[in-house]
C-alpha cells in the first residue's frame, strides 16, 4: 500500500531547514543558500512493507517572504520545525511560528515535530531539557540533530515515517492512497527487510 504524505519544513532564517534535506538527500555539501521562497521535493520511504512518499515543502524563514509561506500550511500531514540550538531568538519565535500554523492548519490529527539543529556546534546555548520543555509546552514531539552527522538526520526521518504509520494504521490521520507500484519496481529499489525495518529512496 502506498500513501502521499503532506510535509513543511518551517522556522526561522538560517536555523538549518534546507541543510537538513539536503544531508537527507546525501548532498556532498550540508550547506545551503538561502531558500527564496518555497523549494518542493518529494521522497520515498518503506516501513512495514509501506510506501510513504513525502512530498516535503522547504520554506523560507525570511519575514518578507512570511505571506508566502503560511500559504503551505494548509492541510499538512506532518510539520517539522526547526530551531538553532546557538540562537536564542529562534528558540523564542518558536510560538509565533506555531501560531501561525495553528491559525492556518486545519488538520487536527496533524504530527507535529521540533527539532532543535546544530547540536554539533561548541556555541550551543540551549540544552535538549529547554527543548523538550518547549516541545511539550507546544505539544510538539522533539529530536535533535546535526547536518555533520548523517545518521541524526536519518533517525529523524525514521521515527518520522514510524510516527505516520502508526497514526495510520490507528486510524488518526487520513492519508491519501496512490497507485500502487508495480512489484518488480519496488523489489528493484528496496531489498525484503525483516519487520521493523526501515529504508529510504530519494526521487528528486
Known amino acids: 500500500m502506498s500513501f502521499k504524505v503532506k510535509v513543511s519544513i518551517i522556522g526561522d532564517f538560517a ?118 520543555i518547549r516541545a511539550k509546552e507546544l505539544n510538539y514531539q522533539y529530536f535533535e540533530t546535526s547536518c555533520k552527522n548523517k545518521e541524526t538526520i536519518t533517525n529523524l526521518f525514521k521515527n518520522i515515517v514510524k510516527i505516520v504509520y502508526e497514526r495510520n494504521i490507528g486510524n488518526t490521520i487520513n492519508l491519501n492512497k496512490l497507485v500502487e507500484y508495480p512489484s518488480n519496481e519496488l523489489t528493484k529499489q528496496e531489498p525484503k527487510k525483516k519487520n521493523n525495518s526501515f529504508s529510504f529512496c530519494s526521487i528528486l
Do not use: P
Open 15 to 132: 536555523v538549518g531547514k534546507s541543510s537538513i534535506l539536503n544531508v537527507l538527500n546525501d548532498k556532498m555539501d550540508y550547506c545551503t543558500q538561502s531558500t527564496l521562497g518555497v523549494d518542493f521535493f518529494y521522497k520515498i520511504f518503506s516501513y512495514e512493507e509501506q510506501s510513504y512518499k513525502f512530498h516535503i515543502w522547504d520554506t523560507a524563514g525570511q519575514e518578507r517572504f512570511r505571506t508566502i509561506v503560511r500559504s503551505y500550511f494548509r492541510d499538512l500531514d506532518v510539520v517539522i520545525l526547526v530551531y538553532d540550538v546557538t540562537d536564542m531568538y529562534s528558540l523564542d519565535n518558536l510560538e509565533k511560528w506555531d501560531t501561525d500554523l495553528e491559525y492556518i492548519n486545519k488538520n487536527d490529527n496533524i504530527i507535529k515535530i521540533l527539532v532543535g539543529n546544530k547540536v554539533d556546534n561548541i556555541n550551543r546555548c540551549i540544552s535538549k531539557e529547554d527543548g523538550e
